[in-house]
């Protein structure tokens, strides 16, 4: 059976501000990000202390109201049904990057649906990622040669271990780029507040010839 589940006047307004603030600007909207973190916990006992945990009704009940106060803010047609707003790319995107955030910044999922089901598929969904965190402590090399041997000998289980493998590369190719990213930004930042504390025209120009002799090279 559903629990029916409502925010109240002063919960909505803060998950239709996050809306809105993600709307605006992306590149500062971690506030947002993290108002939502902390507008979705509670405080739980487990194992005898009391802990903050996300928790699964507001997370639901929250991300509705910050997609349709995102999809308002950026001028999508609000006659539409919520189903099909909150199927559109724009917001389906908006939504990706934002729960990106929210893991990368936060360790933040959405919660397991408190039912018998819900729980099922989130034990599930927790080994098979610590399965693959394991798969990634071990190097690209690694994992390149233990796909070698397995497709040496293709079996039907062989073939599934070296997709598991396969997964695992893809993964942490994409945690280095991500890493990658996160320190370029870094450093767009750091370049940024030297350049607006600069006041002398020939080191801003030499700075700007050089970028621009980068672009071009690009």
Same mark, same amino acid.
Request: proline share 2%; aromatic share 6%.
């Given at each position: 059976?559903?629990?029916?589940? $409502?925010?109240?006047?002063? $919960?909505?307004?803060?998950?239709?501000?996050?809306?809105?603030?993600?709307?605006?600007?992306?590149?500062?909207?971690?506030?947002?990000?993290?108002?939502?973190?902390?507008?979705?916990?509670? &405080?739980? /006992?487990?194992?005898? /202390?009391?802990?903050?945990?996300?928790?699964?009704?507001?997370?639901?009940?929250?991300?509705?109201?910050?997609?349709?106060?995102?999809?308002?803010?950026?001028?999508? *047609?609000?006659?539409?049904?919520?189903?099909?707003?909150?199927?559109?790319?724009?917001? %389906?995107?908006?939504?990706?990057?934002?729960?990106?955030?929210?893991?990368? #910044?936060?360790?933040? =999922?959405?919660?397991?649906?408190? =039912?018998? /089901?819900? $729980?099922?598929?989130? %034990?599930?969904?927790?080994?098979?990622?610590?399965?693959? *965190?394991?798969?990634?402590? +071990?190097?690209?090399?690694?994992?390149?040669? /233990?796909?070698?041997?397995?497709? #040496?000998?293709?079996?039907?289980?062989?073939?599934?271990?070296?997709?598991?493998?396969?997964? @695992?590369?893809? @993964?942490? #190719?994409?945690?280095?780029?991500?890493?990658?990213? *996160? @320190?370029?930004?870094?450093? $767009?930042?750091?370049?940024? +507040? &030297?350049? %607006?504390?600069?006041?002398?025209?020939?080191?801003? #120009?030499? @700075?700007?010839?050089?970028? &621009? *002799?980068?672009?071009?090279?690009?």
């Amino acid at each position: 059976m559903d629990i029916q589940f $409502q925010l109240d006047d002063s $919960q909505a307004e803060v998950f239709t501000n996050i809306g809105e603030l993600f709307a605006v600007s992306e590149v500062d909207a971690n506030q947002a990000v993290e108002d939502f973190a902390r507008a979705v916990e509670i &405080a739980t /006992e487990v194992d005898g /202390e009391i802990v903050k945990k996300p928790d699964y009704y507001l997370w639901v009940a929250g991300s509705d109201v910050v997609k349709l106060a995102y999809a308002k803010k950026i001028g999508l *047609d609000m006659k539409l049904p919520r189903e099909a707003l909150f199927d559109s790319d724009a917001v %389906k995107g908006m939504w990706k990057r934002f729960t990106a955030r929210l893991e990368s #910044n936060y360790g933040l =999922t959405k919660p397991a649906s408190p =039912t018998t /089901e819900g $729980q099922k598929k989130a %034990k599930q969904r927790s080994k098979a990622q610590a399965e693959m *965190d394991e798969l990634k402590q +071990k190097s690209i090399q690694e994992l390149q040669a /233990e796909i070698a041997l397995l497709t #040496n000998k293709a079996t039907k289980e062989n073939l599934k271990k070296a997709g598991k493998l396969a997964t @695992a590369i893809e @993964a942490k #190719n994409k945690d280095l780029l991500k890493d990658r990213m *996160d @320190a370029i930004k870094e450093l $767009q930042s750091e370049v940024i +507040k &030297a350049v %607006k504390a600069c006041l002398d025209e020939v080191v801003l #120009n030499e @700075a700007l010839d050089l970028l &621009a *002799d980068n672009d071009a090279r690009g």
